[in-house]
């Protein structure tokens, strides 16, 4: 049995690809993943790899069922961005996305905070490649402002381990729970990864700023470590259970109103990942699988999403929706591509978002969070608008734009049809994903009223964006842009750097030099009087001093007499 | 933007399409409008087991999703007068 870390094997495997060319180096980044998902498939359950470091024993390689299920998507995922940049030569480009999914996968597999840690960063400084490969100036831009968040997080992450390590003497990543610093500390890191809401920003600023390739590996790591981290060290925790809702309510308002496809897609990837922190924060066996299992879903979806419009971002240069339009007369097989994504997404029955997502609303009705419930299913209802429809309506039909394009090349729609394909058996043959769930699975989808509630709420919202667009009431698409969080550091920093740090600077340095001043004249009187040859300071001579004793008595005795 | 250049366009695209006659596009919608109309009268047929007391209400959910979309829609519209700016905003 070998028993070697799976998030290895693509890293160390990463570093053979600057090497290699043309169809070998094809060749070697498709069998990495496969082997890797192989690899996962085989490894017993158990603490496999121990080290010890620093007086602690370092887990590097554990292995249960949680990370299993988050081992297997990773790799899959990985192969998916693999075939989806076959046609890319940039080797760096390759390189970096395999070393930043190994590093994923390594912090799934990791048992200890510290292992965790050394991942966390590494996806970060991997991933940043990847935002900067486009070679733009706003891509730049962009790529330094998600580096600074990202290595922020693994800081606060670092802060909280030593912290924690104080407290408790272990630095064993299993439940954590919200008592104690270091339990706070590491909340907060991954948060940020997770793109909580006010910590969401970073998540929309960048992943439309990367390369076609890049975006569709960026979707599926980042933000799911951190599911996959809360799902191990928060679970039940309920606080989450707000923060999920408030997640998967407000960015579909933003997603509705956005022009770039990409952005679009990436409010509704933070949408799509309250539902899961919802489930992760109701705790229970069910919420935790329906968690998972929609992760699962989630990243294969919305994978095929960010393909289907980088394809099209690929072959006509722009994902705005203002530009687009009519693209399914020039690029059918990506418009079915599309389509599909957007109903799995959308969780219309046979497809797998149907499956995953229904597990976590019924685990918060049996809880009986009835006003989360209606936030989700309010949640549920906009993403049919901005991603089960918005995305393929203004992209491949509604207004021609005129566009004539050649279909996606062929390496682009083998990665999409793979997709679709998942997507649909995921949702047809559910108990394929249910059977490598944590906990054991005792729920079914397939019952008419599940069918019919969820179709009602679905063509009804179909209805009403009929309703709307063919009375003129729906927002247009327009050439803008929406502010976000992102404001207070793009914006309000650069004012106060600009503005008011310079302002507030020469007001502090007028102070400054007037309270020197008036310092120095305190210091200056003190002197004067109490100083060596200062009046108060002088010794005086024993005859000046009988004249005081002569002048206190004669003042008695007056005093004495008056009475 | 340009990532690739576009292909040239092709001259010979006079072809309509099956979707550019309006006549279909209203097929789309009347078949829309048909599969509503069918899910409103099978809440009426099918046990829907409610198991809230918000979902017993009759066509609760067709209700909920109309509804939702519509203040969802209404409210972003309104979010553009305060949240909207030029696309070279954060340029300068």
């Known amino acids: 049995m070998i028993e070697f870390p799976p998030g290895l094997l693509l890293i160390f495997g990463a570093l053979l690809v600057p090497v290699l060319h043309g169809p070998l180096r094809a060749a070697w980044m498709l069998a990495l993943p496969i082997a890797g998902f192989v690899l996962v498939y085989m490894l017993p359950e158990g603490d496999l790899m121990m080290v010890s470091a620093f007086g602690q024993e370092l887990e590097l390689l554990r292995v249960d069922r949680l990370s299993r299920v988050f081992g297997y998507i990773f790799m899959i995922a990985s192969l998916l961005g693999v075939i989806y940049a076959l046609h890319v030569r940039a080797a760096g480009e390759q390189a970096a996305a395999l070393v930043y999914a190994g590093a994923a996968i390594g912090a799934v597999f990791a048992g200890d905070l510290v292992t965790l840690f050394v991942y966390w960063e590494l996806t970060a400084i991997a991933s940043v490649f990847l935002i900067l490969a486009r070679r733009t100036p706003e891509a730049r831009a962009a790529a330094m402002r998600y580096l600074i968040v990202q290595v922020g997080s693994g800081v606060l992450l670092l802060a909280g381990l030593i912290v924690r390590w104080h407290e408790t003497g272990s630095v064993a990543f299993d439940n954590i729970g919200l008592d104690g610093a270091g339990g706070l500390l590491i909340f907060l890191a991954f948060g940020i990864k997770c793109a909580f809401p006010l910590l969401h920003n970073w998540l929309q600023d960048s992943y439309p700023q990367a390369t076609v390739t890049g975006t569709v590996i960026l979707s599926a790591f980042t933000t799911k470590l951190a599911i996959y981290a809360l799902a191990r060290g928060y679970a039940g925790t309920e606080e989450l259970i707000w923060i999920g809702a408030a997640m998967a309510a407000f960015p579909i308002f933003f997603a509705l109103i956005e022009n770039d496809m990409r952005r679009v897609l990436a409010y509704s990837l933070n949408n799509q990942l309250g539902f899961m922190v919802v489930g992760i924060g109701i705790g229970t066996e069910l919420a935790l699988n329906g968690a998972a299992a929609h992760a699962f879903s989630h990243i294969i979806y919305k994978a095929l999403l960010f393909m289907s419009v980088g394809a099209v971002l690929h072959r006509t240069g722009t994902a705005l929706g203002t530009n687009l339009g009519g693209l399914y007369k020039s690029m059918p097989f990506t418009t079915v591509f599309c389509i599909v994504g957007a109903a799995s997404i959308s969780v219309f029955p046979l497809f797998s978002g149907f499956v995953s997502k229904s597990m976590i609303l019924a685990a918060v009705v049996d809880e009986g969070y009835i006003a989360v419930w209606l936030v989700l299913l309010f949640a549920s209802a906009g993403v049919l608008h901005y991603s089960g429809i918005k995305i393929p309506y203004f992209t491949f039909f509604a207004h021609d734009s005129g566009k004539r394009v050649k279909e996606a090349p062929w390496n682009m729609l083998v990665a999409m049809a793979i997709a679709a394909a998942l997507c649909i058996g995921i949702g047809v043959y559910p108990s394929a994903l249910y059977n490598i769930l944590p906990f054991p699975v005792d729920f079914n989808p397939y019952t008419n009223s599940h069918v019919l509630t969820q179709l009602q709420l679905l063509l009804f919202s179909a209805l009403a964006f009929t309703v709307l667009i063919r009375s003129g009431i729906y927002p247009l698409q327009m050439r803008t842009i929406n502010l976000d969080t992102d404001w207070f550091y793009r914006r309000l920093a650069r004012f106060v750097r600009n503005v008011a740090y310079p302002l507030g600077s020469s007001t502090y340095t007028g102070l400054r030099r007037a309270a020197v001043r008036r310092a120095e004249r305190f210091v200056y009187q003190l002197y004067r009087h109490h100083g060596p040859q200062g009046a108060l300071a002088r010794s005086w001579p024993t005859g000046s001093m009988v004249m005081w004793v002569a002048v206190l008595l004669g003042g008695y005795l007056l005093l004495y007499f008056i009475q | ?92």
């Open chain 2, 1 to 92: 933007m340009t990532e690739n250049a576009p292909v040239a366009e092709e001259p010979d695209e006079k072809r309509t399409w099956w979707l550019d006659r309006k006549e279909n596009v209203t097929k789309i919608l009347r078949a829309l409008y048909g599969v509503c109309a069918v899910l409103l009268l099978a809440d009426l047929v099918v046990d829907r087991h409610p198991e809230t007391q918000i979902e017993a209400i009759p066509f609760y959910y067709g209700i909920y999703g109309f509804v939702g979309s519509v203040i969802l829609v209404m409210t972003a519209k309104l979010m553009r007068k305060f949240l909207m700016r030029r696309e070279d905003y954060y340029d300068d």
